[in-house]
């Protein structure tokens, strides 16, 4: 199950050669992969769980000035152990493909601080799938 939200470029955004600079677009990955985890899965489970980034992977693949408008779409793969790929593609309003990226995600518990095994009842809202019985 894919999700998507909006970004716009703003002049802090904006590095020396014109367009939004590398770090932006690493804030703009984490910001919707962390609203994606805010939208789908059950306040029980962000109270008890949070993700961290192990590595990230970008393609640049155009520009994006200040004031413009790119839509990032997100969704993820199946989980392999703790951890979960992400992938990110952020497009402009002519559909033209501007970053994409793929994401790799552990899943720390927060009480023990410790990596835990993605169970199927985490990944089951990220995957469209009904949660399963635990």
Not at 27 to 38: G, K
Not at 44 to 67: F, K, L, P, S
Not at 73 to 97: C, I, L, N, S, Y
């Amino acid at each position: 199950m894919s999700f998507t939200m909006d970004f716009t470029a703003m002049p802090a955004d904006i590095d020396e050669l014109g367009h939004v600079n590398n770090a932006v677009w690493v804030r703009w990955i984490q910001d919707v992969a962390t609203a994606h985890w805010a939208a789908v899965a059950p306040a029980e489970h962000q109270a008890a769980y949070v993700w961290v980034v192990t590595r990230h992977e970008i393609d640049y693949r155009g520009n994006v000035a200040v004031g413009e408008t790119v839509t990032a779409e997100t969704w993820v793969g199946e989980p392999k152990g703790a951890r979960f790929d992400r992938h990110v593609r952020f497009r402009r309003a002519d559909g033209r493909v501007r970053v994409e990226a793929v994401t790799t995600w552990a899943l720390i518990e927060r009480a023990s601080g410790r990596l835990l095994r993605v169970r199927p009842e985490i990944a089951a809202p990220f995957l469209g799938l009904a949660s399963p019985r635990t």
